[in-house]
Every structure is written in structure tokens, then in C-alpha cells.
């Protein structure tokens, strides 16, 4: 879907830009004045909670946009960050919402990539609010078609909302046959 899109947006007004692991693409409450398509390494939208600890909203990996929804919005309602070296090419909000406005095959783009957010979100949603940890790995497993590849592991963990530790057990567990 992204190479679709990227037709109708090379020619919109951008900026390349470098962060290091760590930096902050934006905060919650800045003005949305970019939309940022990654296109090497990690970034992740965080929501901080009360308690200080942070829920991972979306991962965007190279070829996707990070917070889509906010070509609908004035300001960011989470913090995003790099959590590897990234370059992202970061497109004016303005322009890609005329070019929404005035292109309907775009806009019929955009709207499918969304729907596409939509259910990998429910999907997690649902991954969530699995007790176990066996439970929420046997669900990533289905919904992934594959076991968790050695090296992605800690990622994983974040993603089903468990600590390394305890998906490391239940794979030791798997691995052993008990």
C-alpha cells in the first residue's frame, strides 16, 4: 500500500532527516507540521501513563508512516522516538492533506492503509488482553504465521505486552517440550 502512496507523494514538499536511537521526533502537544515516513530503522509512538511506565502504540519499520492520524489533527497526542538509528523523509502535512483533499485515488489510498492500522491495532488490542504469556505468544504465532525469530525476541516481548524474561521462559519451555 505504502508503494502506491509513495507515487502521488514524491513530489511533495519534504526534508530528510537523521535522528540517533533515543531522540524525540515530536512530543505530545506539538503542532503537526510533518508526516513522517520512515525509511531506515525504528521509531515507536509512546503514550506515558500516570504510574510513569509507557505503552508502545505503534512501531513504524522502514517503508511506513509514523502517526498516520495526525494528518487529521493540529497537535500529537504521544511522544514518538527513535529506537534505532533512522533516517525519515518528513512531508508537509499541509501539502499531503490538499493532496488528500484534491485526489481521490490517494484519498482511497490513504483511507485503505488506515482500515489496515485499524486491524493490526484491534489485533494487538486483542493480543493484550490475553492473561497468559502463552496465550499472547500462541496468538502472535497465528496472526504472524511463523515463531518469534531468534534476535527479535525483547521487541516481541514489548509488542504482547510481557517482559523479556517471561517470553524467554515460555520459549525455553516450548523449546524443552514441557
Known sequence: MIEI???YIQALPHTQQVLRKGQYLFHQGDAVVSMFLIETGEARLLRRQRDGSTIVLQRALPGSFLAEASLFT???HCDATATTRISARLISRNSMR????SDSAFAAAWASHLASEVRSARLRSEILALRTVAERLNAWIA???EF???GTWKSIAQEIGTSPEALYREIAQRRSGK
Open 143 to 145: 496472526a504472524k504465521g
Open 148 to 150: 518469534p525469530p531468534k
Open 74 to 76: 493540529a497537535s500529537y
Open 5 to 7: 502512496m509513495l507515487k
Open 98 to 101: 490538499k493532496l488528500f483533499e
